[in-house]
T-cell receptor
């Protein structure tokens, strides 16, 4: 148990569906991240939020829409996805400020399959 | 931007032998180098990290070495055990200390420890 919970763990959706991934952290951290993990590729940073403000959008297509209503919750809204978007989507959190050691705390991921 | 190369992509060792995974990075400004372990069905978890002001760091059976001149760093696991079987990722970042770390990951090494 890392203190970062992702739901759902598995999601299958059609290309015209709209769905959302949810992440919640119980660690009191103020930075949250979305990463995409595809087979045989490095983990790709998608979005970063510091104190609920988006600080990084790594050229992610607009069919992925993040939302961070507070420092404990992070969503990834999905619509009109492509089969190549099938991957494991990982949420992570980290503290900010003097206690920040650089360590990321990852959830177990949401396995997305786009048909 | 930063580019991290990781080798080998797969590694099989006999239980009790040592395992070495190597990474190179491109940005000489990078100063923080973590290693993550990802077990099947779980998110990556930090196992050890090193900063650019240190050449080597050890934690029980795990050690990391850093050569800033050559821009490469390595993970060494001694006396391997079956529970060491996992995918290992190296990463590099310019750590700000206070802000969020933008990690660039390698593609990963799947380590199999054969009993």
């Amino acid at each position: 148990e890392t203190g970062v919970t992702q739901t759902p763990r598995h999601l299958v959706m059609g290309m015209t569906n709209k769905k959302s991934l949810k992440c919640e952290q119980h660690l009191g951290h103020n930075a949250m991240y979305w990463y995409k993990q595809s087979a045989k590729k490095p983990l790709e940073l998608m979005f970063v939020y510091n104190f609920k403000e988006q600080t990084e959008n790594n050229s992610v297509p607009s069919r992925f829409s993040p939302e961070c209503p507070n420092s404990s919750h992070l969503f990834l809204h999905l619509h009109t996805l492509q089969p190549e978007d099938s991957a494991l989507y990982l949420c992570a959190s980290s503290p900010l400020g003097g206690i920040n050691t650089g360590e990321l705390f990852f959830g177990e991921g949401s396995r997305l399959t786009v048909l | 931007g930063e580019n991290v190369e990781q080798h080998p992509s797969t590694l099989s060792v006999q239980e009790g032998d040592s395992a070495v995974i190597k990474c190179t990075y491109s940005d000489s400004a990078s100063n923080y180098f973590p290693w993550y372990k990802q077990e099947l069905g779980k998110g990556p978890q930090l196992i050890i990290d090193i900063r650019s002001n240190v050449g080597e760091k050890k934690d029980q059976r795990i050690a990391v070495t850093l050569n800033k001149t050559a821009k490469h760093f390595s993970l060494h696991i001694t006396e391997t055990q079956p529970e060491d079987s996992a995918v290992y990722f190296c990463a590099a970042s310019i750590g700000s200390g206070a802000g969020s770390y933008q990690l660039t990951f390698g593609k990963g090494t799947k380590l199999s420890v054969i009993p």
